[in-house]
C-alpha cells in the first residue's frame, strides 16, 4: 500500500518568515499535486507535478518533486496570512487503480 | 461558473434514518467521488465513477452507495446512518485519463449523526 506522510502536522509561525513543508514516501508516484483548503471550503489545486527533480513557483510558492519521485516539498517565502490554511499532497501511484493517495495534510497558520 | 455543488451544506440527524447528500458538477467532467474528512485522517476516498453507470468502491466503502446515473449527478446514500458516519464529506470531479488531472471539489457537507 502506497502512503503519503506530510510533516509538520502543524505549523505556527509569524507574517513574514520562511517555511518549508514536506510530503514524502517510500514509494514512487507518477505525478503529484499540492492542493490548500481553507475552512468552510473544499481543497483548491495548487500545482502539479510531472518530473523528477521539477520545480515550479507560484508567487511566493516554491513546490519541489524529488529526483526518485519519491518526495516533494512546498517551500513559502515571505508567509502571509492569506497562506493560513491546510495543504494537502496527493499522488498518483503507479499501480493508481484509479485513486489518488492523499496525505494527512499540513496546517499552517500564519500569524499577523 | 464551473463549480461542484453538494446539498445540504449541514445536516443533523438520527441513527437508522436513510439519508441523501446530492452532488452536480457542470464542467462535463466524466470521473467524480466522494471522500469523507476526519481529523488528523486526512481525505478517505468512499466511492468514485469513471463515468456513467461506472462506479467502484474507494478505500473506506461500508456504509455507503452511490449512482451515476447522469454524467452531472452523483448522490451519495447512506441507508442506515450510524455515529462513526459523523463526518466532513466532500464530492470532487476532474475530466476522466490520468489522475494528474485537477480534482474541483465542492464546499463540502458537514453530517452530524446522533
Known amino acids: 500500500t502506497q502512503l503519503l506522510e506530510q510533516s509538520p502536522q502543524f505549523l505556527s509561525i509569524q507574517e513574514g518568515e520562511n517555511l518549508t513543508v514536506y510530503c514524502n514516501s517510500s514509494?514512487?508516484?507518477?505525478?503529484l499535486q499540492w492542493y490548500r483548503q481553507e475552512p468552510g471550503e473544499g481543497p483548491v489545486l495548487l500545482v502539479t507535478?510531472?518530473?523528477g527533480g521539477e520545480v515550479k513557483k507560484l508567487k511566493r510558492l516554491t513546490f519541489q518533486f524529488g529526483d526518485a519521485r519519491k518526495d516533494s516539498s512546498l517551500h513559502i517565502t515571505a508567509a502571509q496570512t492569506g497562506d493560513t490554511g491546510l495543504y494537502l499532497c496527493?499522488?498518483?501511484?503507479?499501480?493508481?487503480?484509479?485513486?489518488?493517495?492523499w496525505g494527512a495534510g499540513t496546517k499552517l497558520i500564519i500569524k499577523p | 461558473e464551473a463549480q461542484v455543488t453538494q446539498n445540504p451544506r449541514y445536516l443533523i440527524t438520527v441513527t437508522g434514518k436513510k439519508l441523501t447528500v446530492t452532488c452536480s458538477q457542470n464542467?462535463?467532467?466524466?470521473?467524480m467521488s466522494w471522500y469523507r474528512q476526519d481529523p488528523g485522517l486526512g481525505l478517505r476516498q468512499i466511492y468514485y465513477?469513471?463515468?456513467?453507470?461506472?462506479?467502484d468502491k474507494g478505500d473506506v466503502p461500508e456504509g455507503y452507495k452511490v449512482s451515476r446515473k447522469e454524467k452531472r449527478n452523483f448522490p451519495l446514500i447512506l441507508e442506515s446512518p450510524s455515529p462513526n458516519q459523523t463526518s466532513l464529506y466532500f464530492c470532487?470531479?476532474?475530466?476522466?485519463?490520468?489522475?494528474?488531472?485537477?480534482?474541483?471539489f465542492g464546499d463540502g457537507t458537514r453530517l452530524s449523526i446522533l
Open positions: 465513477s469513471m463515468n456513467v453507470e461506472a462506479t
Open positions: 496527493a499522488g498518483e501511484g503507479m499501480d493508481s487503480n484509479y485513486q489518488l493517495i
Open positions: 464542467m462535463n467532467h466524466e470521473y
Open positions: 507535478v510531472v518530473t
Open positions: 514509494s514512487v508516484f507518477s505525478s
Open positions: 470532487a470531479s476532474s475530466l476522466a485519463g490520468r489522475l494528474n488531472q485537477p480534482q474541483h
